[in-house]
DNA sequence: TTGTATGCGTTATCAT
DNA sequence: ATGATAACGCATACAA
C-alpha cells in the first residue's frame, strides 16, 4: 500500500496537520519536527496522492489564461483545440481556461494583455515575442508568484515555469533531409521564410542549412523571400522569385503563406517540376498536398502543444509538481498525402 | 458548480447511496424512484468526478494483466515502456500491471498464458494471434464480465472492449506513398513480409498496393519473400531475391527482419542503389538508418499503443467508462534520420 | 508550534 | 428498498 501523509504522522507521532506544513512548506512547524518529518517521508519515498489533493482543492476554482498569437494563423485552431481538450479533461477539479489572442508580433499589444489577464488567473500559459521586454515582463510575474509557461515560441533566458513547443533548428533539418531524399541531394532551392526578426524562422532555416551543409553539398539556396506570414505577400514574393531564378526547382516554405507560395507556383505552371517542403498542415495546405502541389509537410503536434501546457499548468498549481525537463520538445513530424 | 451525487440526492430528496445505486446499476431500488432519479441526472447533465471515484476505489488494487508476443521482438520494448510508464502514473490508484510475454505464433501457448492469467487480473490487455481460437476466447472472458482490449493487433469480431494499435493498411500506403516521393515513381520493388499467414503484414502489403495501382503505374513488384520475422532467415532470402532480379532497386521490408535484409543488401554492394523502407524503428533499424541503408521507416507508436491500453483499461475499471471509438487507430509516423 | 474538525465526491458496509 | 455512516488522502480553518 502506498505511503500516505497520514502514515508519515503516525510514524513519528506528530498528526496529519503538521506533516502537511512540513511537506508544503506553509512554516509554522519546529525545525527537529520538521527534519524528522522530512526524513522519513523521504525513507518512505511519500508521494502525495494526486485524487486526494484534487479532492481537496475543488473548492478553489482554477482559472488558466492564455495569450496566443493565433489571429490569422490557421495554425494555432489546433493548439486552440489542445487546450479546450484540456479544459474538459480537467472540468472535474474546477479548471476553467481563458484565452486571448492577438495577430502579429505587436509587443505593446502583449504587453498589453498581459496586463488584462494577470490579475485574473492562476497560470499564465503564453506564445511570447521573443523580445527582452517581454522576457522581462514574465520573470516579474514569476517573482510575483505567477505561473507561467511558454508555448510554441519559448524565451530560454527566462523565470518561465518550462517551454512547450517544437525545436525549430530540428523541423529545419528534417525538411532538408526530405528534400534531400526526394530530390537525389540535388536541387536549386528557394527558401520563402516568414520574417527573418523571427526567431523560429531564423532557426529552421538555420537547421536546414546545417543538413545542407553535412549531407548535400548539392544544395544550392538560389534565393529567399520573406511571407511576412502573409498569402498574398507570399504569392507575390514567390512570384518574383520564380521570376529571377527560372533554375529554381525546389522551396521550402519555412512559416505561413503557404497557399501563396503554392499559388505563385501554380501560375507558373510549373508545380511539377518544384518540389515543395512546407512547415505545419492547415486545411489549405492539406489541399495543396492532395493536389500533389506540396510533396510533404514538418509538424509541430499543435494539439498536444494547448494539451500539454494546460494539464502542466494544472499539475503545477494542484502540486507544485515542477515538470522534469524546463523544454518539452514535441515530435518534427513528417506528414505526405498518405499519413494526412 | 458541477453537478454532484449529492445535489441529485437532495433535489430527489433521497439519500446518496440510493442515487449511487441508480447510477450504477446496483439494483434493489424501486422502479420509480429510479426513473425519477435517472431524469434528474441526466436532466442535470451529471458527470462523475473522477477524483472521488478514484479515492473511492483506493482500496481494491487493481490488476491489469497484459500478454504481448514480444520474446524475440524488439518493437516490443517500447510498448512495454509505455505499459511501465502508464502503471507509474497509475500507481497513486493502487494499479499494478502483470506482464506475460511469449514467442511467435503459438496459439496453443497462448490460450495458455490466458487461462494462467485470467483469474489473477481485472483487466486484460492482449495482443492477440487473429485467429477464431482466440476470439472466441475473448468472447468467453468478456462474457464472464473480464475487461479484455486487444493491442497492436486487433480481432474485429470479437467482445473486445476496443483495439489499440496502427492500421496497417495505412501503414503500407504510407510506404508506398514515401517510396514513390524517394524513387520518382519508378522502381523495381522487392516486397519482405514476415509470414503470409500474419494478417498484419498482409494488410500493410495490400496498403501498399493500392496506392501502386492508384498513382504509381511503374512501380512493378518483382518478387516476394517471408523473413519469419527473423535476421537470419530475412538475409538468405533477400540474398536469393536480389540475385534472382538484379533490376530490383527498391525494398520495402513490411515487418522484422530489417537488420537481415540490409545485411544482404550491402553484402552485395548495392546499398546505393537500392532504397529500403522498413517499418518500426528499433534499434538495429536505427543504426541501418545512420548508415543511410534505409531511407524511411513507417512507425506506429508503440509507447503511445502501450500506455493507452493500460489508462483505457483503467479508466473502465474506475468508472465503467466506454471508449468513444472501439479502435484508437495511433498515428503511421515517418521517420528519418534527422526527426528519429 | 501543534492538533483537531470538517469537507471535497464517491463507494461500501451497515442497519433499518 | 432505502438511509446513515465511515472510509479514501489531502487542505484548511480553527482551537489549543
Redesign the interface.
Known amino acids: 500500500?502506498?505511503v500516505t501523509i497520514n502514515k508519515i504522522a503516525d510514524l513519528c507521532g506528530v498528526s496529519r496537520g503538521t506533516v502537511d506544513r512540513v511537506l508544503n512548506n506553509r512554516g509554522r512547524v519546529k525545525k527537529e519536527t520538521e527534519i524528522r518529518i522530512r526524513e522519513i517521508a523521504n525513507q518512505l519515498g511519500y508521494?502525495p496522492?494526486?485524487?486526494?489533493k484534487?479532492?481537496a482543492i475543488?473548492k478553489k476554482a482554477l482559472t488558466i489564461g492564455l495569450i496566443l498569437i493565433a489571429e490569422g494563423n490557421a495554425f494555432f485552431d489546433d493548439v486552440i483545440r489542445g487546450v479546450q481538450s484540456a479544459e474538459k479533461e480537467l472540468?472535474?477539479?474546477?479548471v476553467t481556461v481563458q484565452i486571448k489572442t492577438m495577430k502579429g508580433y505587436n509587443v505593446y499589444r502583449q504587453l498589453q494583455l498581459i496586463d488584462e489577464i494577470k490579475d485574473k488567473v492562476d497560470a499564465l500559459i503564453i506564445n511570447p515575442i521573443s523580445v527582452p521586454a517581454i522576457a522581462t515582463k514574465i520573470d516579474e510575474l514569476v517573482e510575483d508568484g505567477l505561473c507561467v509557461i511558454t508555448v510554441n515560441t519559448d524565451i530560454e533566458n527566462s523565470k518561465r515555469l518550462c517551454y512547450i513547443g517544437s525545436n525549430y533548428t530540428?523541423c529545419g533539418?528534417?525538411a532538408?533531409?526530405?528534400l534531400g531524399?526526394?530530390t537525389g541531394g540535388r536541387a536549386h532551392i528557394g527558401i520563402l521564410t516568414g520574417s527573418n526578426k523571427v526567431l523560429g524562422h531564423n532557426e529552421r532555416i538555420k537547421g536546414f542549412k546545417e543538413?545542407c551543409k553535412k549531407k548535400y553539398p548539392d544544395f544550392k539556396i538560389v534565393g529567399y523571400g520573406e511571407t511576412e506570414d502573409d498569402d498574398i505577400k507570399a504569392f507575390e514574393v514567390t512570384n518574383k522569385l520564380l521570376s529571377e531564378h527560372p533554375e529554381m526547382d525546389a522551396i521550402f516554405v519555412v512559416a505561413a503563406g503557404v497557399y501563396g507560395v503554392c499559388r505563385a507556383v501554380l501560375s507558373f505552371g510549373r508545380e511539377h517540376e518544384i518540389t515543395i517542403i512546407s512547415c505545419d498542415s492547415i486545411p489549405t495546405t492539406i489541399e495543396m498536398m492532395k493536389q500533389g502541389v506540396i510533396?510533404?509537410t514538418?509538424c509541430q503536434q499543435p494539439f498536444i502543444q494547448g494539451n500539454k501546457s494546460v494539464h502542466t499548468a494544472f499539475n503545477y498549481l494542484v502540486s507544485g509538481e515542477v515538470p522534469e525537463n524546463k523544454q518539452f520538445i514535441v515530435?518534427?513530424?513528417?506528414?505526405?498525402?498518405?499519413?494526412l
Open positions: 500500500m502506498a508521494t496522492n494526486m485524487a486526494g484534487q479532492l475543488r472540468q472535474d477539479y474546477g530540428r533539418q528534417t532538408c533531409g526530405v531524399l526526394l543538413v510533396k510533404a514538418i515530435q518534427s513530424e513528417i506528414k505526405i498525402v498518405e499519413n
